[in-house]
Structure formats: C-alpha cells, structure tokens
C-alpha cells in the first residue's frame, strides 16, 4: 500500500502564502490522479484541486481558483499545493488523495472523494484574519 505524507502546513495571515507538498513512498506508485481536499471544523472534506498524472491537466474548486495551484514532480513522485492570497475560509486540514485504480480517468471526474483511495493523514493550515 502506498503511504502519502502531507507536509507545509501552518499558521499564515490573511493574504499570505503557503506551499504544501505530498511525499509517498510504499509500494511502487501508481496512479491515475492526486487531488487535494480540506476539511473544517464541523465541515464534510471538499475537494480543492487535483491533477492528472498521464496529461497534468488540473482542475480546481471554484473557491480556490485562481488563488491556489496544483503540480507534480513525476520523478518523485510528489504533488504540490501553492496557496496565495489565503483567506480566513481556507482554514482547514487539507489530506492528499491519489487514484490508484483509475476512476477518475473513467469517469471524468476529479472531484469526488469517493474516486480516491488513499489517502494522508493530512496538515494543519489556519489563516488568521
């Protein structure tokens, strides 16, 4: 099973920047997509963006467009998240998530958690206002 580690949170104010990264490591890594997803207190986990691994084609949650952007570094492996203009709202903890099996690629669609199967243990972002 592949282990994703999630790393760059912390505390920023409001109009700062923040850059988390993904690491994994276990079994050999495969997959299809890697996304990022946030949840807050007393929220359900949303997705925040991900990005195909075969075209590197991205895609974002309308509230986070524009202000947030997804990369990969195919030779290690790793996904990244460059956060900007961070707002109060974005306070979350935000969990790596990689597709191993494909269902993003089928089904068109990468914003579901449901199309992820492993999963980070997550970071800690708060923006103070």
């Known amino acids: 099973q592949v282990q994703l580690v999630e790393s760059g949170g912390g505390l920023v104010q409001a109009g700062g920047s923040l850059r988390l990264s993904c690491a994994t490591s276990?079994?050999?890594?495969?997959?299809?997509?890697m996304g990022w997803f946030r949840q807050a207190p007393g929220k359900e986990r949303e997705f925040v963006a991900a990005i195909s691994w075969s075209t590197s084609r991205t895609y974002y949650a309308d509230s986070v467009k524009g202000r947030f952007a997804i990369s990969r570094d195919s030779a290690k492996n790793a996904v990244y998240l460059e956060m900007n203009s961070l707002k109060p709202d974005d306070t979350a903890v935000y969990y790596c998530a990689a597709d191993p099996l494909g269902n993003t690629y089928y089904s068109g669609t990468y914003s579901l958690r449901s199309a992820y199967g492993d999963w980070g243990q997550g970071t800690q972002v708060t923006v103070s206002s």
């Open positions: 276990g079994r050999t890594f495969s997959a299809y997509a």
